[in-house]
């Protein structure tokens, strides 16, 4: 009977091509990478190259062109729907063994890549040594339950958190530089070159996830964002393709940088990332050209004129334009990130002196406080506001997705203050204020889970001193927002920060604001968890009765001791201990709520 291999070079801007080997039994070919966001369609400065081996012997062969056959023909080009194709003649379940392997510097370097990481034609040996680095890598976490269904969902959730960012080097190190694709640079004696950070999304939890589990894979991250900003010359806000894009919003690349610092992971250049982080919170491009190109922040002189940035400002060169309070409250979170990082600089053996710095820390943390002039004092929720000063009127529009708000609504945007919850607080009108409207949140089903702006809301009852809503909502979110089965996620994974949430919530906590060592505590969901921790102790939580309807924190000891913190830190973490959880079916309104259960002011 017969077997098919098809190949399409899926070049969408028909510049593909593609070769049949025969000889080598072997179809190679290339596409040339185009830009994505900012410069859309552009070429981005190098080809993404594979080769394709196969070991059975073939009765035909040939190019095709949409539904046109070139039976015989080696090779085709420049076309779309262009490919080739094998024939074999194979016996009743004779396997057709193919293997690939790709690069994005040149044909050597696939092939080389291949030779090295698929040297044989053994599919069973091969299974096994991916099975083995599945084993290694899930097994970082072990989970006790007899819950079968929550295991795999905890499981599930921690494969979709380990593909992105994802290594970009061919296996000799080499790899195109960012921004240009050339020349070809060498990354460092086992260090891997990393590429597609989805930014925006995954500073929130998959970074701090990486940097618990593997801290010095992290190192590596953040490196290759150093050098992406030596590169190209500025730290990138959203980097994709291996070039600039302006996509989403933010400064994020300072939020990952600085968590990884904050939390003691040292193998990356830190006085260069500090060069780099300062550079786009303080300067913009020297050039519109520069700028169009995706360097440097958006709207960034607007930001610094008026503590905010006006509607007026319209972000026209930007992937997502508009958005103003959005890009407020995220920038103001970001200036926090870098002062905690310049303020850990000066006191440790890392600090390069510069006297450029000097005063900077006192600045950014001025700046942190910008968010306040974008939430309106009159409803309490984040609104557009003019050069002027004067807020929009329509105070309707808290509930509605608005083109000043991210991908949302400014009630969801509103809880994006997560470095200064309690000055937050204070903007709403209060405690109290603040707690009716986190309550209605949820019970006017306001929350969105689908997109990344509402991952931190349902955790910040603990700094209102009622952990035990934090219980119950992360709870009905795990529930409700993520199923075990295709289509089982509320929203697009964005490169594993969906599924990281769940991974930190499935454990009983969650990073409200990374780029500070402070965990939330939530939920946690498993009898028994354990983190297998790179320097080689164990971190165990025990949710004692923890089941579906036990989900309320009724009493916790950390280490043999009692204790009513409804947060611990990652030094806890690191040098391994263990966080045990009495669980029941009602709340204890008093775990957790005194003030000196609360988690720390950050802007103290």
Not at 466 to 472: F, I, V, Y
Request: proline letters at 5%.
């Amino acid at each position: 009977e017969d077997a098919y291999l098809i190949v399409n070079p899926n070049s969408d801007e028909g510049e593909g091509y593609i070769e049949i080997d025969t000889i080598k039994k072997q179809i190679r070919g290339y596409n040339p990478v185009h830009r994505i966001y900012q410069g859309w369609g552009t070429p981005a400065g190098y080809n993404g190259y594979f080769v394709i081996e196969y070991q059975n012997e073939i009765e035909e062969y040939g190019t095709f062109r949409y539904d046109s056959l070139f039976a015989g023909q080696r090779q085709i080009a420049d076309g779309t729907d262009i490919g080739a194709y094998l024939r074999f003649k194979i016996h009743p379940e004779e396997p057709v063994l193919i293997k690939a392997a790709s690069s994005f510097t040149d044909m050597e370097g696939a092939q080389k890549n291949l030779d090295t990481e698929i040297p044989h034609w053994d599919f069973d040996r091969t299974r096994q040594e991916l099975n083995s680095i599945w084993e290694q890598r899930l097994s970082q976490v072990t989970v006790q339950t007899n819950n079968r269904n929550d295991k795999e969902k905890f499981y599930g959730a921690l494969y979709r958190a380990s593909f992105l960012p994802r290594t970009f080097n061919d296996v000799d190190g080499r790899y195109p530089s960012f921004s240009t694709g050339h020349p070809f640079r060498q990354s460092a004696n086992g260090r891997n070159y990393y590429e597609d950070y989805s930014m925006w999304d995954t500073y929130r939890a998959l970074h701090p996830l990486i940097n618990i589990l593997t801290p010095k894979k992290a190192g590596d991250m953040m490196q290759s964002l150093v050098d992406k900003y030596e590169q190209g010359g500025w730290l990138p806000i959203f980097p994709c393709w291996n070039s600039y894009t302006a996509a989403m919003i933010g400064d994020h690349c300072i939020s990952a940088l600085g968590d990884a610092y904050i939390k003691g992971i040292r193998n990356f250049d830190i006085n260069k990332a500090c060069e780099g982080m300062l550079r786009n919170a303080f300067r913009t491009p020297a050039t519109y050209e520069e700028y169009k190109n995706g360097m440097g922040r958006r709207a960034l002189n607007s930001y610094l004129k008026y503590g905010y940035i006006p509607l007026e400002d319209s972000v026209p060169e930007a992937f997502h334009t508009c958005e103003q309070v959005s890009r407020t409250l995220e920038y103001a979170y970001d200036d926090f990130v870098l002062a905690q990082v310049l303020q850990k600089l000066e006191t440790s053996d890392d600090y390069f002196p510069d006297p450029q710095k000097a005063g900077l820390y006192d600045t950014l943390m001025i700046r942190a406080r910008y968010y306040r002039n974008v939430i309106n004092p009159g409803t309490g929720y984040a609104q557009g506001r003019y050069a002027d000063g004067s807020f929009l009127t329509d105070t309707g529009n808290a509930f509605s997705f608005t083109r000043f708000i991210t991908e949302g609504a400014p009630c969801h945007y509103t809880w994006y203050a997560p470095h200064d919850i309690y000055g937050l607080m204070e903007c709403m009108g209060g405690k109290e204020k603040y707690i009716a409207k986190l309550d209605s949140m949820f019970s006017e089903h306001r929350y969105w889970h689908g997109n990344e702006p509402c991952h931190q809301i349902a955790y910040l009852f603990n700094y209102a001193g009622q952990p035990w809503k934090t219980q119950r909502e992360v709870r009905h979110i795990m529930k409700t927002e993520y199923l075990n089965a295709p289509g089982g996620l509320s929203g697009n994974d964005d490169a594993g920060q969906m599924s990281a949430w769940y991974v930190f919530s499935a454990m009983g906590f969650y990073p409200v604001c990374p780029g500070t060592p402070y965990y939330i505590i939530g939920s946690p969901s498993f009898p028994r968890m354990s983190i297998r921790l790179e320097n080689g102790k164990t971190f165990t939580i025990l949710a004692h009765n923890a089941n579906k309807k036990n989900i309320y924190i009724q009493s916790a000891k950390l280490n043999g001791k009692e204790y009513d913190k409804n947060y611990f830190t990652h030094q806890d973490i690191i040098q391994g201990g263990t966080l045990e959880f009495q669980m029941g079916p009602n709340p204890n309104t008093n775990w957790g709520a005194s003030a000196l259960s609360l988690p720390p002011d950050n802007m103290k």
